[in-house]
């Protein structure tokens, strides 16, 4: 580039009418295919091909800057749902097509199994007639826009089956336990947590819309969607590292009946995540406010979050809360429970900072454990709990753990080592870990 050229070239609209209309050719013959499809015959494959093709061409539009060019901003906005949509139809489809093999058939009612089973046809068919009115009204932007809109189908035989997401193990926070029973009793109790956090959401179907409206706004904004959908992703992917196809999980039917659970709920949350973005584009003034105006007259928003409170978030809380008895049942098997009773080392308070590092034994081991001051009990993976229970006997220089093995362990160290108040860099090498926390 010469040193006279432009930083950036403004593009002739009608130049880069004829770059759409070639970028955007696959996704126009899709479209004609899907327009005229049935909403019960929306397949995984055909959510799974339109949010591919959808990906690729908001890409396209963002790198020309189409969003911010009135002619062309809404084709970009109507391309950006679409792609939303079909994210979330993927992974209700494909709960749909695994329900069976997850176990759920056996774990729930067969009322239960009914009702789940309708709630996700509901779901999938509103996505896809929502998707339908989108790619409609796509059709007509490319007209207005002079893009042109090809008469064409995609052959069936170029859809994909739309495979599995692929992605590393999440176990940045998890330290290589050789112990499979230390492992799975750490999943079961995280999964308990799980179930505690859902459980504190309060949730209940509401029919009023605008009740509803508020009960989102509270409960269940992007970044917490966020937040349920990576904590039950993080339990499955655990599991999946270190207990999928090992013998002991062929010997306990326990194990694989509560991955289902765990699975079902994450393809539930994954679609709250998507549905919640698309519905807090507007919310967030994302759109430009002609386009917001024109996607809310195409998919009814309150519908959108009847489908997140009333479905998604209804199911995926039941999917865990039923599977929680499981996980209880799994915690004594595959924990070794001891008792410890330790002193306080001679000029050692146990304040903040040591009792900072008794949490964090408890939290790197993932089993709970119960800390007992005179009569006082109190979660010891709880810093406020364990505050207030040394607070309310300042005098205490004896304290009892009860709880799995390893932690006590490790426990038994720290006090013995003067619970880090030397410093943390003179901890014995077993509580290397304390130093990185």
Known sequence: MSPESPLEEILPEATFAGMLRAQGLVFAQLTNVLVDLPAERWSKSYFYRLASEADALESFLDDFGAKYNRTFTLTRELVASTRWLSHAGISLRHFEGRFQSYGLDSSLSTEGSDELRASLAHCCGLLAEASRALLLRLRAEFDRAEVGWPSARLPEHQFAAGGSRQALPRNVDHDELQDENQRIAEIASKYIAACAMLGELGQRR????????????????????????????????????????????????????????????????????????????????????????????????????????????????????????????????????????????????????????????????????????????????????????????????????????????????????????????????????????
């Open 206 to 437: 509401i029919v009023d819309a605008g009740e509803r409206r508020h009960k989102l706004s509270s409960v269940c904004r992007e970044e917490q969607a966020r937040v349920y959908e990576a904590t039950v992703h993080n339990l499955q992917s655990a599991y999946d590292t270190y207990i999928k196809n090992t013998v002991i999980e062929s010997r306990d039917p326990r194990l694989s009946r509560l991955r289902g659970h765990l699975s079902g709920a994450l393809h539930l949350l994954e679609a709250v995540t998507f549905l919640t973005h698309f519905v807090e584009r507007h919310d967030q003034g994302v759109r430009h406010e002609a386009a917001d105006r024109v996607i809310a007259g195409l998919v009814d928003r309150a519908a959108v979050q009847d489908l997140i409170l009333n479905h998604l978030l209804h199911w995926a809380n039941h999917l865990m809360q039923q599977g929680r008895s499981m996980a209880e049942e799994l915690l004594p098997t595959y924990i070794t429970l001891q008792e410890l009773q330790v002193q306080l080392p001679k000029n050692v308070r146990l304040h903040a900072r040591p009792a900072a590092l008794i949490v964090n034994i408890v939290a790197h081991h993932g089993t709970p454990v119960e800390m007992c001051v005179e009569a006082h009990r109190c979660n010891a993976g709880s810093i406020l709990e364990l505050l207030v229970a040394v607070g309310s006997h300042p005098e205490a220089r004896s304290y009892v753990f009860r709880g799995d093995v390893h932690p006590l362990r490790d426990l038994a160290l720290l006090f013995e080592s003067g619970l880090g108040e030397d410093g943390l860099e003179n901890l014995p090498a077993q509580l290397s870990y304390l130093r990185n926390n």
